[in-house]
């Protein structure tokens, strides 16, 4: 057996691959970006063969630069971007169209169109979601009817659907020589389709869609000895079992060790997503979050977990940088906020594609309110980076309402955790210490924990408990009042982004 676990990270912005040591410390890795495709306002797309060329690219860097081969990798695990949706033909391996990224809002009438007709309340008791274009159905719905030949090649048996962990695993396994088209629980609960509690797909879901069974992967275990395959190997490689498949948002569950009920992580990366593990336990928000599975090893019963998604909190920094210009990359935003004592009373709601967890509100827009001629660059970095902690606020409060247990501590992890002046933020706005792991990768980790503990490599959850350990931790310093009062601006602002745009 192989030294070590690789595990390949297909996010939004970039394709990644880690390679972990028995500690669960990383000893090789190698990431790429692809390009975000934006045709219109509102679209979001995706090349699915540039992501599959990225996912070459930095397995075959990371294990060169580490003079590492295949042989010396035990298994591989695939955690992914969730929802986004990937179409294509069978026979050659060529996509359909774009892959249709999960914060796209193209879906926007298909999804008000299923609370006009009770189809919303099916959906949300046998899904646990709401309708909303964040998910995968309405997509493939939307590539059904706007993709010429689809319909007919999607019945006839040659068209696939797959969010990216499955398209990713289809081509690693031999694409069109044999590819294996599969998926796990966690991203099959992302897409509309699936009952949370058969497991399976569900045939009054698929007829509100109109999207053909036979486009979809089978749904395994996330951690499981086989159904996933092995890579295709040649060309001097040796062939790997894929033994752990996960959604990205899941997989940084377990990465963050988050085994038992009431054990939360929030992840910052384009988006923030809070789940909180709610154990065998299948619990229905009240508070606008999503029932989602969180996990399941081998046959052990799965495991759900309540999720806070929001859709825009890294991505509001790449506006700042991209669309604005006012910082060149995304670690100045926090000099540029830090060169500032406060936000000069802006707020900024980013609600580029509506708002999601708690509101869901696609008719809501971004807004910059409380502008004054005093105001300047360095304000609007600093309201953005409350932005991202203030929708988590939003978020942790629903979960609290939900399970009526409030939070002691965050975990945190993702990309945006690199910047302290945020996590000090966001312990003043929770008012509960932030908590930040050694090791910042736990959604790759979090896969590679799902390949290992499948194959025998890790013994169970109390070995991985024991890798997890504290690097960084922020206390609360705002008193009471800055508190609620800075919440009670945020609440009016985001009043202020409701009902934007019409919706037909
Ligand atoms: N120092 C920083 N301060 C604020 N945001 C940051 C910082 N570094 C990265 N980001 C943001 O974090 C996101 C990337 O995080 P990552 O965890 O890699 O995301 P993903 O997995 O969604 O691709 C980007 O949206 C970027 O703008
Ligand atoms: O790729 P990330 O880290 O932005 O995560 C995206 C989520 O999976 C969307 O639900």
Known sequence: MGDFIGAVDQGTTSTRFIVFDHDGRPVASHQLEHEQVLPRAGWVEHNPLEIWDRTR???????????????????????????????????????????????????????????ADGRGDVIRHKAGLPPATYFSAGKVQWLLEHVDGLRAAAE????????????????????????????????????????????????????????????????????HRTAFGETAGGRGSSAVPITGVLGDQQAATVGQVCFEPGEAKNTYGTGNFLLLNTGEELVRSRNGLLTTVAYRFGDAAPVYALEGSIAVTGSAVQWLRDQLGIISGASEVEALAASVDDTGGVYFVPAFSGLFAPYWRSDARGAIVGLSRFNTNAHLARATLEAICYQSRDVVDAMAADSGVALTTLKVDGGI???????????????????????????????????????????????????WAEAERWQPRWNDAQRRDGYAGWRKAVERTLGWVDVE
């Open 57 to 115: 690219t930095v397995i075959g860097s990371a294990l060169t630069t580490a003079g590492l081969a295949t042989s010396d990798l035990a298994a591989i695990g695939v955690t992914n971007q969730r929802e986004t949706a990937v179409v294509w033909d069978r026979r050659t391996g060529r996509p359909f169209h774009n892959a249709v990224v999960w914060q796209d809002t193209r879906t926007d009438s298909i999804a008000k169109a299923l609370d």
């Open 156 to 223: 006839r048996g040659d068209a696939l659907f797959g969010t990216p962990d499955t398209w990713v695993v289809w081509n690693l396994t031999g694409g069109p020589d044999g590819g294996i088209h599969a998926t796990d629980v966690t991203n099959a609960s992302r897409t509309m389709l699936m009952d949370l509690t058969s497991l399976d797909w569900d045939d009054e879901l698929l007829g509100f869609f109109g999207i053909p069974r036979q486009m979809l992967p089978s749904i395994h275990s996330s951690s």
């Open 417 to 467: 955790t690199a910047n302290r002046l945020c996590m000090q933020l966001q312990a003043d706005i929770l008012g509960v210490p932030v908590s930040k792991p050694v090791v910042p990768e736990t959604t790759a980790l979090g896969a590679a924990y799902a390949a290992g503990l499948a194959t025998g490599y890790w013994s169970g959850t109390d070995e991985l408990r024991a890798n």
